[in-house]
């Protein structure tokens, strides 16, 4: 199934705009540019369309478990992904939490799913541009090799972020499950304290990524969890700063 952008605009533009400025990572700036030359940037999507998931897919592969439960027989659709590794990362020298930043094709989905009330075929790049799907996250790998984690971990911290760190200095935090309804994968959080000195390349990933890294000062960090608070992240870039708010932060 192939489909075509579609150009156009209508009165959902100025509705839409809001939720982005809303988001509390907005003001926060970036520090490394992409691993791109300057004229790549995260946000310049075009060309979008959707086809049918291909059964060879390296990231996603869905299917139907049955089983019978207290007697009665049941079914559940599921979505095998790969299990994770996500690091909290404190810079100590200048006192701040690294996140990254990145345009993530499935929460822009999700959030014109959300906006127009059911799953899109088409979008209107116009009416939906694509800074509605770059997150600020923790930065954090799938585990798709056979390695211990916390060397994947190290990897990431030096693909995304640019520290080149010991495996010693990373902490393990938590696992736990994510997607409880529909994929149940496993992610391991880790802490680590960089320095400057640690700094070895500007980061922004690697094979074709496009990543920022960003810094979060404690007072962002805590205006991140405030009520009301609205922000493109996923639960584990909110679980890890309440973490390092509650556990690590230094008495301000
Ligand atoms: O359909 C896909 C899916 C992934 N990738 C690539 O696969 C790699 C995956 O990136 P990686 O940095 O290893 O993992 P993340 O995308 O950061 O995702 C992890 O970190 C997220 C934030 O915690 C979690 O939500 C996810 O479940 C977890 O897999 C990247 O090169 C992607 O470009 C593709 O090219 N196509």
């Given at each position: 199934?192939?489909?075509?952008?579609?150009?156009?605009?209508?009165?959902?533009?100025?509705?839409?705009?809001?939720?982005?400025?809303?988001?509390?990572?907005?003001?926060?700036?970036?520090?490394?540019?992409?691993?791109?030359?300057?004229?790549?940037?995260?946000?310049?999507?075009?060309?979008?369309?959707?086809?049918?998931?291909?059964?060879?897919?390296?990231?996603?592969?869905?299917?139907?478990?049955?089983?019978?439960?207290?007697?009665?027989?049941?079914?559940?659709?599921?979505?095998?992904?790969?299990?994770?590794?996500?690091?909290?990362?404190?810079?100590?020298?200048?006192?701040?939490?690294?996140?990254?930043?990145?345009?993530?094709?499935?929460?822009?989905?999700?959030?014109?799913?959300?906006?127009e009330g059911h799953n899109?075929?088409?979008?209107?790049?116009?009416?939906?541009?694509?800074?509605?799907?770059?997150?600020?996250?923790?930065?954090?790998?799938?585990?798709?090799?056979?390695?211990p984690l916390v060397e994947?971990?190290?990897?990431?911290?030096?693909?995304?972020?640019?520290?080149?760190?010991?495996?010693?200095?990373?902490?393990?935090?938590?696992?736990?499950?994510?997607?409880?309804?529909?994929?149940?994968?496993?992610?391991?959080?880790?802490?680590?304290?960089?320095?400057?000195?640690?700094?070895?390349?500007?980061?922004?990933?690697?094979?074709?990524?496009?990543?920022?890294?960003?810094?979060?000062?404690?007072?962002?960090?805590?205006?991140?969890?405030?009520?009301?608070?609205?922000?493109?992240?996923?639960?584990?870039?909110?679980?890890?700063?309440?973490?390092?708010l509650t556990n690590k932060?230094?008495?301000?």
């Open positions: 199934m192939y489909l075509r952008i579609i150009q156009l605009t209508k009165s959902g533009v100025k509705k839409l705009l809001p939720l982005a400025n809303s988001v509390v990572f907005g003001n926060i700036h970036r520090v490394n540019k992409s691993s791109y030359n300057s004229f790549v940037e995260m946000d310049k999507v075009t060309a979008l369309r959707y086809e049918r998931l291909p059964e060879d897919s390296p990231y996603v592969k869905p299917f139907r478990m049955y089983y019978t439960q207290n007697g009665v027989e049941k079914s559940w659709d599921l979505l095998k992904v790969h299990d994770s590794v996500a690091i909290i990362i404190y810079n100590k020298s200048r006192q701040c939490l690294l996140l990254v930043k990145q345009f993530r094709p499935a929460v822009y989905h999700g959030v014109i799913s959300s906006a899109p075929t088409t979008i209107d790049l116009q009416k939906y541009p694509a800074q509605l799907g770059i997150t600020v996250e923790l930065c954090a790998g799938i585990v798709d090799k056979s390695k994947i971990a190290k990897e990431e911290i030096l693909e995304e972020c640019g520290y080149d760190v010991p495996i010693d200095r990373i902490e393990t935090v938590l696992t736990y499950r994510s997607g409880v309804g529909a994929t149940g994968a496993q992610q391991t959080l880790y802490y680590c304290e960089v320095t400057d000195d640690d700094k070895v390349n500007s980061g922004g990933g690697v094979d074709g990524e496009i990543i920022d890294v960003v810094e979060l000062n404690l007072p962002e960090a805590q205006k991140l969890l405030t009520q009301g608070a609205k922000v493109i992240s996923p639960p584990s870039c909110l679980l890890g700063i309440l973490w390092f932060a230094p008495k301000q």
